[in-house]
């Protein structure tokens, strides 16, 4: 029986400090590792190693390799590889990294899987199996969402999780939209999006066995119909869900009341900007800047709790911009926000622009590192007066005395969802040098 050990890769501590960011414990239960343990062939060891959690045993007897890495965690994926690689282990490595970046990963990897691993990750661990393994794997059309295998949950550690324990489940792929500075719409293919069938997703919600979920997706609502029927699929099931949507869904009272009763329990949304100009700049003239006062409204009466992401650095943005989000921040109790600088990450027309105008900086460290940092020449600051501005925000935002003042005394669920957030949103405003927003998911 052929051996696999499948690898989440951690970040490092900092760009000075080469040791891997580790954390006590998972407040979501991810699903890249179990759902790529389900794509193995029949009659597989499989052992699964959150980096994050502990250390990947290099001596374990095991065959094949596999690592899954992001921007954040290339630098460790590769140091893990190249470990592995010495004792002539074959390494197979993919995941959103792999797209932009396959050469780079290629110099640590036998087998490198470039977008959707369906069909591909089998083969690959067939190759290796077989010692036929090719450089590159990457499928020439798009995978289907139909007939997805259940992630294999049974092989996770459930001590690496918080009690409360949200299951991450993947309902779509893609987004509806083409923002200027986001590379989703490249990662897996440029297939526009794409939904799951509604019994499909409710079943494997049903295995799971929590009551808590988050789904993982860009954008949760691509299909407004189809979405709204798998809303209805949810509410015989009572559970409490969390999501990302765009913020038009927060205006639409038939669809905000549908998701309150299948149990919406939290939204993020990218509203990106306070500034109607920034958000034309991005592409993103969908969202009304003008309307997100009534938005706000709609998902009060409902006790939906919610939060705000916001990009900073676009030429259109001053120094006006910070005090006038913190503003509206505050005026309209926005229990919690994310405060991000531009990226202009490869895939997108923002690092097409920016390379050809020579505003990159440093490219071989963009998002290597947690941390806040500026990738580019912002045209109305230098990039260090950019970080320290969102920094500023960050810190303020999430001052004790602020989160008491827009944050009401937890009384439902949706009370204490905000409270979480929160407090792990202070943790990483008061280290902004060394965590990211989502440094412990």
């Known amino acids: 029986?052929?051996?696999?050990l499948i690898i989440q890769a951690a970040t490092y501590r900092s760009r000075d400090d080469r040791r891997p960011l580790r954390i006590r414990k998972r407040k979501l239960v991810g699903a890249v590792m179990p759902y790529l343990a389900a794509l193995a062939p029949p009659g597989w060891d499989i052992t699964l190693v959150d980096d994050a959690i502990e250390d990947p045993d290099y001596n374990a007897a095991v065959d094949v390799v596999a690592i899954t890495a992001?921007?954040?965690?290339?630098?460790?994926?590769?140091?893990?590889?190249?470990?592995?690689?010495?004792?002539?282990?074959p390494v197979l490595m993919g995941g959103p990294h792999a797209t932009f970046y396959?050469?780079?990963?290629?110099?640590?990897?036998?087998?490198?899987?470039?977008g959707e691993a369906e069909e591909i990750f089998p083969a690959m661990l067939e190759d290796a199996a077989a010692g036929r393994l090719q450089q590159f794997y990457q499928r020439n059309d798009v995978a289907s969402l139909a007939g997805m295998p259940t992630p294999r949950w049974d092989l996770l550690n459930p001590k690496h999780?918080?009690?409360?324990?949200?299951f991450v489940i993947q309902q779509s792929r893609g987004c509806p939209y083409t923002c200027d500075f986001c590379a989703e719409r490249r990662l897996n293919g440029d297939y526009g999006y794409r939904d799951r069938p509604v019994a499909e997703v409710v079943e494997e919600i049903r295995k799971c066995g929590s009551r808590h979920i988050f789904f993982a997706a860009s954008q949760f609502v691509g299909h407004k119909g189809r979405t709204m029927e798998l809303l209805e699929a949810l509410i015989p099931l009572k559970i409490r869900w969390s999501a990302l949507f765009s913020p038009r869904f927060?205006?639409?009272a038939q669809f905000l009341d549908l998701a309150k009763r299948s149990g919406l329990l939290h939204v993020n949304m990218g509203i990106e900007s306070v500034s109607q100009d920034t958000l034309k700049s991005m592409r993103k003239e969908f969202n009304r800047s003008h309307s997100y006062a009534d938005m706000i409204d709609?998902?009060?009466?409902?006790?939906?709790?919610?939060?705000?992401?916001?990009?900073?650095?676009?030429?259109?943005?001053?120094?006006?911009?910070?005090?006038?989000?913190?503003?509206?921040?505050?005026a309209h109790r926005v229990p919690a926000a994310y405060f991000n600088v531009l990226v202009p990450l490869r895939g997108t027309p923002l690092y097409d622009r920016m390379k050809e105008d020579g505003r990159i900086i440093d490219e071989p460290n963009m998002e290597r590192w947690p941390g806040v940092f500026c990738h580019f020449h912002p045209s109305q600051m230098s990039?260090?007066?950019?970080?320290?501005?969102?920094?500023?925000?960050?810190?303020?935002?999430y001052s004790l005395r602020l989160i008491t003042q827009r944050l009401r005394f937890p009384r439902t669920q949706a009370d204490l969802a905000s409270w979480n957030v929160n407090m792990t949103q202070r943790k990483v405003a008061l280290h902004s040098d060394t965590m990211c927003e989502f440094s412990e998911f």
Request: charged share 25%; glycine share 4%.
């Open 1 to 4: 029986m052929p051996r696999l």
């Open 70 to 89: 992001r921007m954040v965690t290339s630098l460790r994926a590769y140091e893990i590889a190249d470990l592995f690689r010495a004792r002539k282990i």
């Open 102 to 114: 396959s050469a780079e990963m290629a110099e640590h990897a036998d087998g490198v899987c470039i």
């Open 161 to 166: 999780y918080v009690f409360y324990r949200p």
């Open 250 to 252: 927060g205006l639409d």
């Open 298 to 330: 709609n998902l009060n009466k409902r006790n939906i709790s919610f939060s705000f992401n916001f990009v900073f650095g676009t030429d259109s943005d001053s120094q006006d911009i910070f005090p006038a989000t913190l503003k509206f921040l505050q």
């Open 383 to 397: 990039a260090q007066d950019l970080v320290a501005q969102v920094q500023k925000l960050q810190r303020e935002f």
